[in-house]
């Protein structure tokens, strides 16, 4: 019987690309998406993952056509830009809601059905979650607590024998940039906001193919005991690595250089 997989943000980028290629290596896969995504690969449900009531229901009803579910994979997410003194309140609420405490909350729910299928639960984070960018701040700080909240969760659930891995993506070439919502004030910060996200969506352009993450998943899903995070793209590990070992101060001071 083919393992029964769940993707939160199927309609495009990472998720969209993993769940057709998980489809084409024989997963039943099932999609959550705001909008709804048209064609054979997969089935997917019209849902937000900040409404946990409508989730708890199309769990509960994938489980019921199914009878098990195997791996879940909170990947739904986006992304702000621009100084926090001008973010508005409402942005700052809606990134975290979305990137930490709706995975929070749709990890917990799909725990029990964990537990029976003593299956994998994979959370999508970012390098941004380990190397903070500037003028990203909400985003980072969102994706940072996607990779501790995954990592304390693992620890509480594996005697369960459900496996937790965190992935970690660079710049990745996907819609996420055009989607991602600008905050236009630049008052008192001289262009340098302006030349951060122009930045910013440059490498993002250049980046990983969306299909690179979804081969590291599919790779996760066939080791027994996959790791609890994993790095995608050689030059950010290394990134990574040099973060381990290097004085905090001098890595965001290069960070700044960068971004700043």
Do not use: W
Not at 88 to 104: D, G, M, R, W, Y
Not at 122 to 138: D, H, M, R, T
Not at 168 to 176: A, C, I, M, Q, R
Not at 214 to 229: E, Q
């Amino acid at each position: 019987m083919s393992k029964v997989v769940i993707i939160t943000g199927a309609s495009s980028g990472i998720g969209l690309t993993t769940a057709k290629f998980l489809s084409s290596k024989g997963f039943k896969v099932y999609g959550i998406s705001r909008r709804n995504t048209a064609g054979e690969d997969f089935v997917n449900y019209v849902g937000d993952v900040n409404d946990t009531e409508n989730i708890k229901n199309i769990f509960e009803q994938i489980y019921k056509i199914e009878g098990s579910i195997d791996v879940v994979i909170n990947n739904a997410g986006f992304g702000i830009a621009g100084a926090v003194e001008y973010a508005s309140n409402e942005n700052i609420e809606q990134i975290f809601n979305t990137n930490l405490i709706a995975l929070v909350k749709l990890s917990s729910l799909a725990i029990k059905y964990l537990k029976l299928s003593k299956g994998k639960l994979i959370n999508i984070s970012s390098v941004a979650g380990i190397l903070p960018i500037p003028f990203q701040a909400c985003y980072s700080a969102s994706k940072a607590g996607v990779l501790n909240f995954s990592l304390a969760l693992d620890s509480e659930i594996s005697r369960f024998g459900i496996k937790t891995t965190c992935i970690l993506p660079g710049d990745t070439k996907t819609g996420f940039t055009k989607a991602r919502v600008i905050e236009n004030k630049e008052e008192g910060y001289d262009g340098h906001i302006k030349k951060s996200i122009s930045k910013m969506e440059n490498d993002e352009q250049k980046g990983l193919e969306p299909l690179i993450i979804s081969k590291t998943i599919l790779k996760v899903l066939k080791k027994k005991n996959p790791p609890l995070k994993i790095t995608v793209g050689a030059s950010y590990k290394f990134f990574v690595f040099l973060n381990r070992i290097m004085p905090t101060r001098l890595v965001n001071f290069l960070l700044k250089k960068i971004y700043g």
